[in-house]
């Protein structure tokens, strides 16, 4: 791929880049790039967490960009996910991986990184410390919104230290480039405001989509934060499909999801269609009885929104429809779970779990 073809596939993962003229400027520089994700271990691990992280990551990765997964398990004991016990956030991160293992994700190109072996290390602590007294409290409130909180909450002082963590993590392990949710952006710009102080660089931010949960869609005005509020959520089952969910409850899951007749914004059934089906198929089928005008299929997404929003498919088989395809695609990791014993022995033991916020 020539610069112009990778920046053009770094665009399908971003929904924002700030900046693409540095991003490009970094393409065209740097032999050993490197990406980044983090994921605090909580629960069980959802669709927008697996399968659609694999496609964006397998597109960074073909744009020759190395990627590091982080598993913040030091930063989920910060924001008290499993109770606040480390033994258990450690065990939901083994299985994270095992889920990412079987995801389809381009393992050659991608390393797995642990938040308790990277802050290990005198240096890193040094550098949070750098973020801290480079930072005023009050900047540091405003990304609250990255742990799932916000700034009127109750916060302990874990979670002013968070913010400094993550920021930090950015550096210590070499990435020049952010590849986290729209959720994650407020962290993102603090490390390009303080990076150069420091020391270290100014990191170029590719923020993905946040995918929708299946649930009606809460109604404020507050822009970007509106698509965050409405994301997949864990504590929130109904509205989200997870990666070791099986086919009767993926099934079920899509029969209740919110999908308004004729309604193509906010409508979670077609981002799944959109985000990852069009991504993995290249022929969409509608199956439908010939009392209902028969079998219907669909080149790209563009088609389906257009037959949808002008009533040409009814939502029940739409919905259908993605539960079918989405138990194909999860398929290889209910399989994966199956055969192998590890993979198998960390779900149970995640499964018997009291999920926390």
């Known amino acids: 791929m020539d610069i112009d073809e ?28 490197v990406a980044y ?19 964006n990551i397998n597109k960074v990765t073909k744009a020759g960009i190395k990627f590091k997964m982080l598993v913040a398990d030091w930063h989920a004991w910060a924001n008290n996910k499993m109770g606040g016990d480390l033994e258990k956030i450690q065990i939901v991160g083994k299985y994270f991986i095992e889920v990412w293992k079987a995801s389809g994700m381009d393992l050659k190109n991608v390393e797995f990184v642990w938040a308790s072996d990277l802050l290990n290390n005198r240096e890193y602590w040094k550098t949070v410390m750098q973020i801290a007294r480079n930072t005023t409290l009050k900047r540091i409130l405003r990304t609250t919104q990255i742990m799932g909180r916000n700034e009127k909450e109750n916060l302990q002082a874990s979670h002013i230290l968070y913010p400094c963590m993550q920021t930090a993590d950015i550096f210590h392990l070499g990435a020049k480039v952010t590849q986290l949710g729209m959720d994650q952006r407020k962290v993102n710009v ?55 969910d099986t086919e009767k409850s993926v099934d079920e899951k899509f029969r209740k999801a919110y999908c308004p007749e004729g309604q193509v914004k906010e409508n979670p059934v077609l981002e799944y269609c959109k985000y990852i089906i069009f991504e993995k198929v290249e022929d969409f089928v509608i ?38 395809y989405i138990n194909d695609l999860l398929e290889p990791v209910r399989i994966h779970f199956k055969k192998n014993k590890k993979a198998r022995e960390l779900l149970k033991k995640v499964e018997s779990f009291q999920i926390t916020k």
């Open 6 to 33: 990778k920046i053009k596939l770094l665009k399908e993962v971003g929904e924002e880049i700030i900046d693409e003229k540095e991003l490009k400027n970094l393409i065209s520089k740097e032999n050993n790039l």
């Open 37 to 55: 994700d983090g994921f605090e271990p909580s629960g069980k691990i959802h669709l927008a967490q697996g399968l659609l992280r694999a496609i």
């Open 190 to 244: 603090l490390a390009r405001e303080i990076g150069e102080k420091i020391g270290y660089w100014k990191p170029v931010i590719i923020s993905h989509h946040m995918l929708m949960g299946l649930t009606p869609p809460k109604s404020n005005e507050k822009g970007v934060e509106k698509s965050i509020e409405q994301k997949m959520s864990k504590s929130n089952p109904a509205s989200s499909i997870f990666m070791t």
């Open 287 to 324: 199956d439908r009885s010939e009392k209902f005008g028969g079998d219907v299929s669909f080149k790209n997404y563009e088609e389906l929104e257009f037959a949808f929003k002008k009533k040409e498919i009814h939502p029940l088989d739409l919905k259908k429809a993605t539960a079918k």
